[in-house]
Structure formats: structure tokens, C-alpha cells
């Protein structure tokens, strides 16, 4: 009995050290600790030739991933890295667990940029469960990359809206996009989501005011403008 108490409290204390899970402190951009290992995995872990997870953590803050940024707490997240020399369009990771699997849904991340995307639910990730795997799917690039085209729009970005000015000569009948993401203080991307703001037909020297009530001139960065070419 003597030996069993001594035991005992050890015991204790290698409980309480080593049943951290997957409980991760951090702030809202998941950087005020440099996690190695969650829910069992190790991080960075490459997912394919193109894409990394650099680290996964629950996270508290603004929920962006439906546009509603309502307050969420503890909701799992993962921060992915384009490894490759492309911009992505569009990426699915699911991440499986021994008890679930989570949807994460990235949209418009350029070459060598990092991105914090919450899963798609809102779901949490339980202390208990391991991380199995990691399945990338619905991978597609942009065929020739993103662009501002800046020969033919000038941008004036402000709060909640978008001053964009044709340029250029030319007429452009179709209807023109200003595409954008939340940044977050570390300049990395914030949310999955990327947000659009449409500016109608442009004729040539023409200027417009376009709602964009999600961008914000201090944690926003507008990353392409696009239209259909005759």
C-alpha cells in the first residue's frame, strides 16, 4: 500500500501533463504558440505536391466562412499553405478523424500564401479524437492565374465599398468582378471565403462606386478582377 501511494501521484502528474489532446491556446489567428502536434498529428504536414497544412488549432474569434462573421468559440481550424508555383481556385480538405471527419473549404489562394479556414460547419474537434488523415479533393488552378489588370481598372479600396475606374479604351460590355479576402495581422488570409463585389458593364473612362460591405480598408486585400473576354 505504501508503494501504491507513492505511485499514485506520480501517476497524476503524468495525467495532467500528457492529456492535453487536442486543447491548443490561441488567440484569434491561432499564432500566440508554436504547435507541433494536435489531436496526434504532426504539423506542418504536407498534404500533396501543392498544399500544406501548416498547423491546426481550435480557434475563437469571427466566424467568416458563411460571410456572417458571428462570435464562435473553439471551432477547428487549420492554416493551409500553396506550396506550389499556381494559384488555387478552389480546395476541399477533409480531415478525418477516429470518431468524424471535417470539411475545410478554401477558395482563390495564390502561390506561395497561407490561409486560416475554419471548418465548414462550424464544427469543434473533441480532445479525444486523432487525426488520422488528411484528403485533399476538388483541387482546380486558374488557368492563367490572378490578375488586377491594372492596365485597364484603377481600384480605390475603402470601407465597404470599392471605387473602380475603366481605364482603358475599351468598352466592356460584361459584367465586371472585384474579387476579395479578409487578412489577418500577420498578412496571412483570413477565412476560406473569398468575397466578390460586382461593378456591372464598364464603358471606357467610365468610374464607379461598388458595395462591398465585408471589405474593410485595415484586414482586407482585393486579389483579382475579372470579366468575360469577347
Known sequence: MKNLKRVLPILLIFVLLFAGGCKDKSDDTGNESDVVEFCGKQFP?????????????LYNG??????????????????VTNVSQKDIQLVRFYVVTDQNEYLFEVTTLPSQKSVTV??????????????LEIKEENKIFFENGISLNADKFQLTPLDKVINIKNISSENISSDVYVYFKRVDE????????TFRS?????????????????????????????????
Open 118 to 131: 475554419l471548418e465548414k460547419n462550424g464544427q469543434t474537434i473533441l480532445e479525444d479524437e486523432k487525426i
Open 186 to 193: 500577420n498578412g496571412d488570409y483570413f477565412g476560406g471565403i
Open 198 to 230: 460586382n461593378a456591372g458593364a464598364l464603358k471606357a473612362d467610365e468610374f464607379k462606386q461598388i458595395p462591398a460591405s465585408h471589405f474593410m480598408q485595415e484586414n482586407s486585400e482585393v486579389l483579382f478582377v475579372d470579366y468575360a473576354k469577347p
Open 62 to 79: 469571427e466566424y467568416p466562412e458563411d460571410g456572417s462573421f458571428r462570435d464562435v468559440t473553439e471551432v477547428f481550424a487549420i492554416k
Open 45 to 57: 504536414a504536407l498534404v500533396s505536391a501543392d498544399t500544406e497544412v501548416a498547423r491546426a488549432f
